[in-house]
């Protein structure tokens, strides 16, 4: 059964820095795109940033140049380096495979990233 698990969220001050991992099992890692989705209280879920098969990345504009998408298909992981981070980066982070290869798509439990001084 393929699951995905997010770590890293936390509490961080203003200008501060995270690393959230999301690792996979259960899946054959490296045919998959990865993204990570993220949804403030009140908000809608959105597309944070996505990674292709072959690393190729693409960032919301809210967040690009602050945050970082890489994968590890030897580790089953994709990571998202948060830095410059503002009180509005403050959410539930979800990573996120989608659907393909007849596979639905999955979504991981969600960090909690809150950014306050």
């Known amino acids: 059964q393929a699951q995905l698990v997010e770590s890293g969220g936390g509490l961080v001050q203003p200008g501060g820095s995270l690393r959230l991992s999301c690792v996979a099992s259960g899946m054959i890692f490296s045919y998959f795109n990865m993204a990570w989705y993220r949804q403030a209280p009140g908000k809608q879920r959105e597309l944070v940033a996505i990674?292709?098969?072959?690393?190729?990345?693409n960032y919301a504009d809210s967040v690009t140049g602050r945050f970082t998408i890489s994968r590890d298909n030897a580790e089953n992981t994709v990571t998202l380096r948060l830095n410059s981070l503002r009180p509005e980066d403050t959410a539930v982070y979800y990573c996120h495979r989608p659907a393909a290869w007849g596979a639905s798509h999955l979504w991981g439990q969600g960090t909690q990233v809150t950014v306050s001084a």
């Open positions: 990674i292709d098969r072959d690393g190729g990345t």
